[in-house]
């Protein structure tokens, strides 16, 4: 994108007139606005009074601040007086109002006029465009995509429950008859039961968490002692096999804390080590490391973070990885790589739990390479 609109020379040199002219004839909203602090309109053509409903006795002399209304995004007035102030270039998409009070989203480029001798800008040119169309196309296409969506989770909801609920009728039918079998059948059965019951159960419990979205924030728990009670809970969900290593040195002595229930994080923990143990087919080595670091505003705002201090908790496998295709989808709701074996839930309610904290789950993977899931939860100082 062009930083600036320098005057300079060209290979066909137009007027003044007619390069006003042009602006005059577009279909396209143009202003031109004084440099200074007021940045008052000394120029707007047919096209931006058509789009905002003001006449051109109601435009010149006043500012594009005339659009601005309760529902104009700050963060977007923000960007452009930033830009304004470093004489750059700027696109924003923003909420505006015509002369009648009606919205529309406004898809704003603007861009200083500099001196060719000084670099100083002379003007500011201003290219408005109604967005709103594209907003509701947009707005549609997620809500077909949302609907269908929809019907694939609920035939993929159907397929789990009807899986779980079918040996339940088999085992209903063995029992009938239960005087003519051993009591070891007999355990054997009704143990058989309670495991698909309870898988049921927690399908459904866990389908009622996404849908009913974020809960009242938690009381704030120990960085130290969840580091201690997560070690333990992680070692005693491992094989003789798989060998863990909880570096918690950086930690040591912390007074800090996170918004987030222990047996919360507990329940995220098991679902990466369950993942770690199918991806080192039960064998390897497991590592969790435990550091503490600052998110800064650019790559907070990739994240979806607010910037500021987190503690990080990273759990590496050495198994055998993904590829990138995969680590897109891993956190999408009943995205599964286990076949008949997995929901597809353990890694999409993980991401719901931690982002309810404030924070964000990332994953790094390569084929052949392992795999570094790792949490990222804001601190704050203990009470």
């Known amino acids: 994108m062009p930083q600036s609109a320098e005057i300079g020379t060209q290979a066909m040199p137009l007027s003044q007139t007619t390069l006003l002219r042009s602006m005059e004839a577009s279909n396209v909203a143009h202003t031109i606005?004084?440099?200074?602090?007021?940045?008052?309109?000394?120029?707007?053509?047919?096209?931006?009074?058509?789009?905002?409903?003001?006449?051109?006795?109601?435009?010149?002399?006043?500012?594009c601040r005339m659009l601005q209304g309760p529902r104009t995004e700050p963060n977007m007035i923000a960007r452009i007086r930033a830009a304004i102030a470093r004489s750059e270039a700027t696109e924003v998409s923003l909420t505006n109002y015509r002369r009648d009070g009606s919205t529309f989203l406004n898809r704003l480029y603007l861009a200083p006029v500099l001196d060719e001798v000084t670099g100083r800008p002379i003007a500011f040119i201003g290219i408005q465009s109604d967005a709103s169309r594209l907003q509701r196309q947009m707005r549609f296409e997620q809500e077909h995509n949302n609907l269908a969506a929809l019907g694939r989770y609920t035939a993929r909801i159907n397929h789990e429950i009807r899986n779980a609920l079918q040996p339940i009728r088999l085992i209903g039918d063995v029992l009938k008859d239960w005087q003519h079998l051993r009591p070891e059948d007999i355990d054997k059965s009704l143990a058989t039961l309670r495991e698909n019951?309870?898988?049921?159960?927690?399908?459904t419990s866990d389908l009622i968490r996404m849908a009913r979205g974020p809960s009242v924030k938690p009381p704030t728990a120990a960085v130290a002692l969840l580091a201690a009670q997560a070690g333990h809970f992680v070692q005693g969900l491992l094989p003789n096999t798989v060998r863990l290593v909880n570096d918690v040195s950086t930690i040591e002595g912390t007074d800090l804390s996170v918004a987030i229930k222990p047996r919360h994080l507990l329940q995220v923990l098991s679902n990466f080590v369950a993942n770690a143990m199918d991806a080192m087919d039960r064998s390897g080595d497991l590592k969790m490391r435990w550091t503490l670091t600052t998110i800064p505003s650019a790559q907070a705002e990739a994240l979806q973070l607010a910037p500021g201090n987190y503690l990080r908790i990273d759990i590496e496998d050495n198994g055998r990885g993904m590829d990138e295709a995969t680590q897109l989808e891993i956190f999408e709701v009943f995205f599964t790589t286990k076949a008949d074996e997995g929901t597809g839930l353990g890694l999409a309610i993980s991401q719901s739990i931690v982002r309810e904290a404030g924070g964000v789950i990332t994953v790094q993977s390569r084929l052949g390479h392992g795999?570094?899931?790792?949490?990222?939860?804001?601190?704050?100082?203990?009470?």
């Open 33 to 63: 606005s004084e440099p200074d602090g007021a940045m008052n309109i000394v120029y707007a053509n047919k096209a931006f009074s058509d789009l905002t409903g003001y006449g051109q006795d109601e435009i010149i002399g006043r500012n």
């Open 197 to 203: 019951l309870d898988f049921a159960l927690d399908l």
């Open 371 to 383: 795999s570094t899931f790792s949490i990222h939860l804001p601190t704050s100082q203990a009470v």
